[in-house]
């Protein structure tokens, strides 16, 4: 897997973009998260929180989070 980072940047109550192939990734585990996810997913240290049944995307810290393209 190759990753294609955006240089797009985060807000703290800015649009959350979504996609089958646009991930999350914590700075701070290193960890990716799906910004799509089937299930309820997060990172290991729980920076990024994807709450599927609420279509809620939560994220402690947007200056920890780069989003990518796996390519």
């Known amino acids: 897997m190759s990753k294609e980072y955006l240089n797009e940047e985060l807000t703290e109550y800015g649009p959350r973009p979504a996609g089958p192939e646009l991930y999350y990734e ?5 960890e990716g998260v ?11 240290c729980f920076n990024i929180i994807v709450d599927v049944d609420a ?5 402690t810290s947007v200056n920890n ?3 990518f393209y796996r390519t």
Do not use: Q
């Open 55 to 59: 279509s809620r995307l939560a994220i």
């Open 26 to 30: 914590c700075t701070i585990c290193g």
């Open 34 to 44: 799906h910004s799509m996810p089937k299930d309820n997913a997060t990172c290991k």
């Open 65 to 67: 989070v780069r989003l």
